[in-house]
Structures are given as structure tokens and as C-alpha cells.
């Protein structure tokens, strides 16, 4: 009974800090997609590229942006590669990767400019 109870312990706090872990992945996923969400949608009206990557820098430090712009689209991935913190699977990495497209907003007054003209 006493080596079961020795065994089972640790495997227990296992078992309970991965289901912690992957809880902390799911958050963490999620953050991600608003992030490139929020990114996209400020490009596209018009605000700079730079301001609006430091913003998700300052609140996910590890996080990498990608831009790609084009005629009426603005696609943004944020990236962030996230570790196991567990000794058995020390090494091991997931890549968390969320992607947002926003087409561009023009300002009311060209597209009025432009169709008097």
C-alpha cells in the first residue's frame, strides 16, 4: 500500500501540473489570436505597422509578428514557441500560431471624392 501511494503521488502531480500547463497554452492561444486580430484591424486603418507590433511585444515579450500586406488586405501572424516545464520533456517545444486578415478601410471622403470626380 505504502509503495502505491509513493508511486502514485508524483504521477498525480504530473498529471496535474500538465492539465495546469495545457490550460496555460489554451489562455495563452488565445491571447494570440486577439493579438493578430488587433494588429490587422489597426493596419488596415491606417496606423503604423511598427506602433502597432510594439503593443503585442509589450504584452507577450516572446511573440514574433509577420506582416503581409497587399493591395486591399493586411494578413498578420503572431507566433511564440512556448516550452514544456516539465523535467521528463525538458526540450520539447510547441509553436503557437494564430492568423488574422483585415481588408483595408478607406476614408469616407475619397471613396466621395472619388466617385464625384
Do not use: K, N, Y
Amino acid at each position: 500500500m505504502v509503495l502505491e501511494t509513493a508511486i502514485a503521488i508524483p504521477v498525480l502531480v504530473m498529471v496535474g501540473a500538465a492539465l495546469l500547463w495545457a490550460m496555460g497554452l489554451g489562455v495563452t492561444s488565445l491571447a494570440l489570436a486577439g493579438h493578430a486580430r488587433d494588429v490587422a484591424r489597426a493596419i488596415a486603418r491606417g496606423e503604423s505597422s511598427d506602433a502597432a507590433v510594439a503593443r503585442v511585444v509589450q504584452r507577450e515579450p516572446r511573440a514574433r509578428v509577420l506582416i503581409r500586406e497587399a493591395d486591399e488586405t493586411v494578413t498578420v501572424t503572431v507566433r511564440e514557441v512556448v516550452s514544456i516545464p516539465l523535467p521528463l520533456f525538458e526540450g520539447l517545444e510547441l509553436t503557437l500560431s494564430h492568423d488574422a486578415v483585415a481588408r483595408r478601410e478607406t476614408a469616407v471622403g475619397a471613396v466621395v471624392a472619388d466617385a464625384i470626380g
